[in-house]
């Protein structure tokens, strides 16, 4: 019910940056926390920064300083700003979003995008 579609990955230097979106759509939905994971070959999916619906971030110790979460409710639209990328951040970036049907207070439901790759060369 509800759809992500992310955009924004690509290839970049080390000390680059690249912004990252993530927009939902579909039709009898509230969003509640937003998130952005990654994943690398061989490695588990990690939990890179969240959102809540109020605004309220949190970061993976890893990134925090250099990436910033934010998002557009009138946009259904949630992004990622990473600066100051480093080789080890290269990983498939994946959109997430906690949803519930718009008549129930119960964000029960989970919708993952695609994936963008995000590449870092030193």
């Known amino acids: 019910q509800v759809h992500l579609v992310e955009s924004g990955g690509g290839y970049v230097q080390a000390g680059g940056s690249l912004k990252l979106s993530c927009t939902a759509s579909?039709?009898?939905?509230?969003?509640?926390?937003m998130a952005w994971y990654r994943q690398a070959p061989g490695k588990q999916r990690e939990l890179v920064a969240s959102i809540s619906s109020g605004g309220t971030t949190d970061y993976a110790d890893s990134v925090k300083g250099r990436f910033t979460i934010s998002r557009d409710n009138t946009k259904n639209t949630v992004y990622l700003q990473m600066n100051s990328l480093k080789p080890e951040d290269t990983a498939v970036f994946y959109c997430?979003?906690?949803?519930?049907?718009?008549?129930?207070?119960?964000?029960?439901?989970?919708?993952w995008g695609q994936g963008t790759q995000v590449t870092v060369s030193s």
């Open positions: 579909g039709s009898g939905f509230n969003i509640n926390a």
């Open positions: 997430n979003a906690r949803w519930a049907l718009y008549y129930s207070a119960d964000y029960v439901h989970a919708s």
